[in-house]
Antibody, heavy 120, light 110 residues
Framework: QVQLVQSGAEVKKPGASVKVSCKAS????????IHWVRQAPGQGLEWMGI????????SYAQKFQGRVTMTRDTSTSTVYMELSSLRSEDTAVYYC?????????????WGQGTLVTVSS | QSALTQPASVSGSPGQSITISCTGT?????????VSWYQQHPGKAPKLMIY???KRPSGVSNRFSGSKSGNTASLTISGLQAEDEAAYYC??????????FGGGTKLTVL
């Protein structure tokens, strides 16, 4: 069965960086793009970007351009999302999710989420 | 890219039907038949309920249906059940691989 398993919770200081992982299993890793979506406490979902596990190409939301980097490791079927220059407003649960159809599909499978807390 | 507009909350009694609207622009909802809807219970990851405006994934109840007119998409839940109480989010393709989500709607089953 398709599974996306994310790394554990993180606590970071303002100005630091965080790198969250998302390990895929149950399907051919390089066939499906992966999105990253975040959710601040009590708030809605916010799309951050998408990565192609095959070639590594990316597309980021304008809001995160210059601060986010999405990468992948095909040897371990893992994608990564690194967010730099953290501030308190980046405190959120970060989700990875699989795109069902190239880059235009729905997000059909989700990871369990990773809580990132930014606090001095 | 601005978030899609959803009502903050809706409510209904068991057995009733409710509809949640999702308003975007001609650059997202109005330009693509690529609207999806997600259900999220507290503390859980979102779950796909509707894709490509009207399609249901395998395993999702046929009480859930979707539609679209112009720049507004809608999710209808018929025969409301207690377990439908959750937050619902719409999402639209917005070009060049990007997505935009709605602000979310909290459904209360009275």
């Amino acid at each position: 069965q398709v599974q996306l398993v994310q790394s554990g919770a993180e606590v970071k200081k303002p100005g630091a960086s965080v790198k969250v992982s998302c390990k895929a299993s149950g399907y051919t890793f390089t066939t499906y793009y992966i999105h990253w979506v975040r959710q601040a406490p009590g708030q809605g979902l916010e799309w951050m970007g998408i990565v192609n596990p095959s070639g590594g190409s990316t597309s980021y939301a304008q809001k995160f351009q210059g601060r986010v980097t999405m990468t992948r490791d095909t040897s371990t079927s893992t994608v990564y999302m690194e967010l730099s220059s953290l501030r308190s407003e980046d405190t959120a649960v970060y989700y990875c999710a699989r795109d069902s159809e190239g880059t235009t599909g729905s997000l059909d499978y989700w990871g369990q989420g990773t809580l990132v807390t930014v606090s001095s | 890219q601005s978030a899609l507009t959803q009502p903050a909350s809706v409510s209904g009694s068991p057995g009733q039907s409710i509809t949640i609207s999702c308003t975007g622009t001609s650059s997202d909802v109005g330009n693509y038949n690529l609207v999806s809807w997600y259900q999220q219970h507290p503390g859980k990851a979102p779950k796909l309920m509707i894709y490509e405006v009207t399609k249901r994934p395998s395993g999702v109840s046929n009480r859930f249906s979707g539609s679209k007119s112009g720049n507004t998409a809608s999710l209808t839940i018929s025969g409301l059940q207690a377990e439908d109480e959750a937050a619902y989010y719409c999402c639209s393709y917005a070009g060049i691989s990007t997505r935009v989500f709605g602000g979310g709607t909290k459904l209360t089953v009275l």
